[in-house]
């Protein structure tokens, strides 16, 4: 077995990375269109950048890096999904990968800098600078039998999102998590960055993402990412004078719903610990844990 290469990522690099990803983390849901793209064209201002590591021609080993853009607070670094085949751990390849993603963070200013982490490997992320602040718990629904279809309640409105204005939807969802949980707010969605990251993105399924509607105004949403029979819960939230009414858990059913019809098999979504309404919207869905990962932070000077 030949010695790894650490190198830029590349676009053609996007099958092994997916195929690399389902196995480290199967319920991270992006496809090799979707991963192909990203690559290619980076998010807008983020300055968004990622290695490999590749051994006898595979790629075995993955990060990101990029600033964070998405909120108000200055300064904040993400080294985002280090992982390395398990054949191939313990040969140095988390440290190279994450020395090349944490200098790329250092040197664009970053005065704080955060990743996550399995619970094992916080002695890595301490031997390099990170402490815990929280933890993001992840989940799965079987889709199989689809779940039904909600009747919405007089006067809402369920709409797919396709065919609606993008502008319309980016506008709930950056309102709506603007008091997302999280170690700095979500509070600075730009509608470029969002579009490209979002509404362009190759795996949204616009039939599936849907919205709640009162009075023509949208006031709820959730977004649905697939890749093949898996789909992933990008975004579902309702905007802060409409919530109390159930929105939320209304426009995830339909979209799972929908989903499901389309040939979804397998839901996966996301939430922080302090997420209350929205675990307790998932538990009653029927999700289950599959994982949690450690949100870790670095203070730069």
């Avoid at 201002?45 to 006898?56: F, I, K």
């Avoid at 021609?57 to 904040?76: E, I, K, L």
């Avoid at 790329?104 to 602040?133: D, I, K, M, N, Y």
């Avoid at 307790?280 to 450690?294: D, M, P, Q, T, W």
Wanted: some cysteine; hydrophobic content about 40%; glycine content about 8%.
């Amino acid at each position: 077995m030949s010695e790894a290469l650490i190198r830029p990522a590349r676009a053609d690099d996007a099958d092994g990375v997916v195929a690399l990803r389902k196995l480290v983390f199967p319920y991270l849901v992006r496809g090799v269109e979707s991963t192909r793209r990203m690559i290619a064209e980076p998010p807008p201002g983020e300055d968004w950048a990622a290695w490999v590591a590749e051994a006898d021609g595979q790629v075995v080993g993955w990060v990101s890096a990029y600033r964070n853009t998405q909120t108000s607070t200055p300064g904040v670094g993400e080294i985002a999904t280090l992982h390395v085949h398990p054949d191939h751990r313990r040969r140095g390849l988390g440290t190279a990968l994450f020395d090349h993603a944490f200098g790329h963070v250092r040197a664009l200013g970053s005065t704080q800098v955060r990743a996550h982490t399995r619970a094992e490997s916080l002695p890595f992320a301490r031997r390099h600078g990170f402490e815990p602040t929280r933890e993001l718990h992840y989940a799965a629904l079987d889709l199989r039998p689809a779940p039904p279809m909600p009747e919405p309640p007089p006067g809402v409105r369920l709409l797919p999102t396709a065919g609606l204005d993008p502008r319309r939807v980016h506008r709930v969802d950056a309102e709506a998590s603007r008091d997302e949980p999280s170690d700095v707010p979500v509070d600075a969605l730009d509608y470029d960055l969002w579009r490209h990251e979002c509404w362009e993105n190759l795996g949204l399924d616009r039939e599936a993402s849907t919205v709640a509607e009162v009075n023509g105004e949208l006031v709820a949403l959730s977004l649905v990412k697939r890749d093949g029979e898996r789909m992933w819960s990008d975004f579902t939230g309702t905007l802060p004078a409409y919530r109390g009414r159930g929105l939320a858990r209304l426009t995830k059913l339909a979209a799972l719903h929908t989903a499901a019809a389309r040939g979804v098999r397998t839901a996966y979504t996301s939430n922080d610990e302090a997420n209350a309404p929205m675990l307790a919207i998932n538990a009653r869905l029927g999700y289950r844990r599959v994982e949690s990962l450690v949100a870790c932070r670095r203070t730069l000077s």
